[in-house]
């Protein structure tokens, strides 16, 4: 919401002044963000971790699908990027291929770009062709005694080449996930908070019936105040309680870091922070295409709101 956003610098201050202290003292801003941001999600994600960082709460979303699940195999897309822990590193493709390669119990499935992968906008049926290469992985899987505990993946792929899924693959690759006993993460790390404009989150580009499993949040959340965000389901939420070991993060969800983050959905909604990702996003992309026809290293331009991908081709 902007640089020293006033609104945001006085809510941290005040806060500040008042009480900041780590969350085993439990405090009205806690309950209170955690019922604003449940009013942007669909229903059933309605259990709230607060964290410190997008690292933190990917890792958190893996050990709450491992626990739910029973099972250990992740799904993740090509040249995907989810964070700095070990755990992180473990599914991002960006970063592993650099280092000690692939995991056992990591699985790639190529990214649904309809521009540069797989199958293209020319292909008849690209969601279905992309759906499947998850599908087939996970018979692979299968026939390897490998279970999947979830298929992780932004909601549009960041790193991988700011990526818009073609609408309803999502839905056809939780059909599978959900038949292997597996999740869906949806990482909003970069991509929500009303980025891409006419939705609050990325996600719901997919369509009204696609409703992932584990949604994290970070970045934009705290307006660079480290706080972050895992919201799931009571099922999923209790599988992890009844370990017994209880999910305790010092700072994560502390009054400071509440108070910081009811402000930032204030500015958004008082400043009409999704309009404007709309327009300007909507004003970017029409002087990206007029470029784009002018210029043949232009090879595609393409985005939503105030997230938008340029290839520059030979």
């Known amino acids: 919401v902007g640089h020293c956003h006033p609104d945001i610098v006085k809510a941290a201050h005040e806060q500040n002044q008042l009480l900041n202290t780590n969350s085993r003292y439990l405090h009205d801003n806690l309950v209170d963000y955690a019922e604003r941001l449940s009013k942007t999600l669909p229903e ?3 259990i709230f971790y607060f964290l410190n960082s997008g690292s933190e709460a990917n890792d958190l979303a893996l050990r709450l699908a491992r626990q739910y699940t029973k099972h250990e195999d992740v799904i993740v897309l090509d040249h995907a990027y989810h964070g700095h822990l070990t755990s992180l590193i473990d599914i991002s493709p960006y970063k592993f291929r650099n280092l000690e390669g692939q995991k056992e119990w990591v699985h790639v499935a190529p990214v649904p770009d309809t521009y540069r ?4 906008e020319d292909h008849e049926d690209s969601v279905t ?25 932004e909601s549009l792929p960041s790193v991988g ?55 994290t949040m970070g970045k934009p959340i705290g307006n660079g105040h480290p706080l972050a965000c895992v919201a ?28 910081i983050g009811l402000a930032v959905l ?8 999704q309009a404007h990702a709309t327009e300007v996003g909507n004003f970017l ?30």
């Open 129 to 153: 062709a992309y759906a499947d290469e998850v599908k087939n992985i996970i018979e692979h899987a299968h026939k390897r005694g490998r279970k999947i505990a979830a298929f992780f993946a």
């Open 44 to 46: 059933k994600l309605c």
């Open 117 to 120: 992968g797989l199958y293209r």
């Open 232 to 259: 799931t389901t009571e099922e999923i939420a209790e599988a992890f309680a009844a370990t017994g070991v209880e999910y305790f993060n010092t700072f994560g969800g502390n009054p400071v870091s509440c108070a």
């Open 161 to 215: 080449g700011q990526i818009i899924p073609p609408a309803g693959y999502f839905q056809k690759v939780a059909e599978h996930v959900h038949k292997a006993g597996g999740v869906f993460i949806a990482d909003e790390i970069q991509v929500g908070f009303g980025r891409v404009g006419k939705h609050f989150w990325a996600f719901q580009l997919q369509g009204e019936d696609f409703i992932p499993d584990i949604v």
């Open 285 to 314: 992309m029409k002087a990206l295409k007029e470029q784009q026809i002018k210029h043949p290293i232009i090879g595609d331009v393409r985005g939503c709101g105030l997230f938008i991908g340029v290839d520059l081709i030979k």
């Open 266 to 273: 204030d500015v958004i909604e008082k400043e009409h922070l």
